[in-house]
């Protein structure tokens, strides 16, 4: 199983970005996913995620009306949209897969993850 983050990149704060992450061996419609991060010196922090359906989303409150993420199940590819940047979501991004049903804001939850992609943003 390999899941590979891409569009991490410096950004000006309220600027945007989209985060994508292309799972392979796994049948990744049977999965849900879910976007961490991890910034210097802090714990790894649920982002968002998305049940297998696609019907449920879940939001950090600090996201919350910022980013959104959604599924694109044909490519296995499941995508975060990030508007309205500041600083302080300036951190390595990962993107995670896992077969359990609830629990998905917590990493334990999850059974894949990848490397991550590096967001800047610059105040």
């Known amino acids: 199983v390999q899941l590979v983050e891409s569009g991490g990149e410096l950004v000006q704060a309220g600027g945007s970005l989209r985060l994508s992450c292309a799972a392979s061996g796994l049948t990744f419609k049977e999965y849900s996913a879910g976007w961490f991060r991890q910034a210097p010196g802090k714990e790894r922090e649920f982002v968002a995620a998305?049940?297998?359906?696609?019907?449920?989303?879940f939001y950090a409150d600090s996201v919350k009306g910022r980013f959104t993420i959604s599924r694109y199940d044909a490519k296995n590819t499941v995508y975060v949209q990030m508007n309205s940047l500041k600083p302080e979501d300036t951190a390595h991004y990962y993107c995670?897969?896992?077969?359990?049903?609830?629990?998905?804001?917590?990493?334990?939850?999850?059974?894949?993850w990848g490397q991550g992609t590096q967001v800047t943003v610059s105040s």
């Open positions: 995670a897969a896992t077969n359990h049903p609830d629990g998905l804001g917590t990493t334990s939850t999850y059974n894949y």
């Open positions: 998305i049940s297998w359906s696609g019907d449920n989303t």
